[in-house]
């Protein structure tokens, strides 16, 4: 790993354009639960029956039921290494964060351009009057099981993508754009499989960029997409590129 690690620090350092694309693996190390996978949300709750926009207009009050623990966990979550070595980057040319989580970690580390491309826990609107809220507001009410309600009295919901839903295109087409015009794209924690985050490595790709992934595991991009596959833990990975990135920096400038 350690030979990885210091040939992804030296990338970073010789391309201008950074750009990062998250998945579940870079959250699951700050406690929250992944949908997918082993102890994934979807073995608990049928992902059509909480999740999906019909069913919530049908029963919004059983959605609930999902969204209330997902909003526990997200506000007392913290932002892991990874998550700060990240923002560390920006410094070294990082531009976009593309994010398929909905915990707001990014942001609460210090990333100061997230792309959500599945929203976010941390709005809630009416689906009536389309009046908007943060989540805060009503953290007391969320605790004590009850459902938050706008004050036109209809249940709010959270401002996250729900299955049967299109994902916001303004944030789709900034990934698209973020994707095709940058160098060197780091992806972290992510399956791949979900469209259409899964793309946006192969649209770098196409457009000259160098792709590294960071992964437990590999994934539908490891043989075709990446250049450098990097197997570990997001946390230490993302920490110790960081690591070894200032230490080349700082080489650099004493030999200089």
């Excluded at 750009?19 to 996978?37: D, N, Q, W």
């Excluded at 295109?169 to 900034?174: F, I, K, L, M």
Aim: proline letters at 4%; hydrophobic letters at 35%; aromatic letters at 6%.
């Amino acid at each position: 790993m350690s030979k990885h690690i210091k040939e992804v620090s030296r990338l970073i350092r010789e391309n201008e354009r950074l750009v990062v694309l998250t998945g579940a693996g870079m959250s699951v190390e700050s406690g929250i639960a992944p949908f997918r996978g082993e102890n994934g949300l979807w073995q608990e709750f049928d992902a059509q029956k909480y999740a999906h926009i019909e069913s919530y207009r049908q029963d919004p009050e059983r959605s609930w039921e999902l969204f209330r623990l997902q909003i526990e966990e997200i506000y007392d979550a913290e932002p892991h290494q990874g998550h700060e070595a990240l923002v560390k980057m920006e410094e070294e040319g990082l531009t976009e964060v593309i994010t398929q989580n909905i915990d707001g970690l990014h942001q609460k580390a210090g990333s100061s351009q997230v792309l959500e491309l599945h929203g976010t826990l941390f709005t809630l609107f009416c689906p009536d009057c389309e009046r908007e809220y943060n989540t805060s507001e009503f953290i007391e009410e969320v605790r004590e099981n009850r459902c938050p309600r706008c004050e036109c009295g209809t249940i709010l919901r959270p401002d996250a993508v729900l299955f049967g839903e299109q994902l916001p295109q303004d944030t789709v087409n900034r990934s698209l754009k973020a994707a095709e015009g940058c160098d060197l794209m780091m992806v972290v924690g992510t399956s791949a499989v979900v469209q259409p985050a899964a793309s946006l490595p192969v649209q770098a790709k196409r457009t000259g960029a160098t792709v590294v992934e960071i992964n437990l595991e590999s994934t539908p991009l490891t043989s075709d997409v990446t250049d450098l596959f990097i197997k570990g833990k997001a946390r230490e990975v993302l920490k110790n590129i960081a690591e070894k990135l200032y230490h080349q920096l700082f080489s650099s400038q004493i030999s200089s």
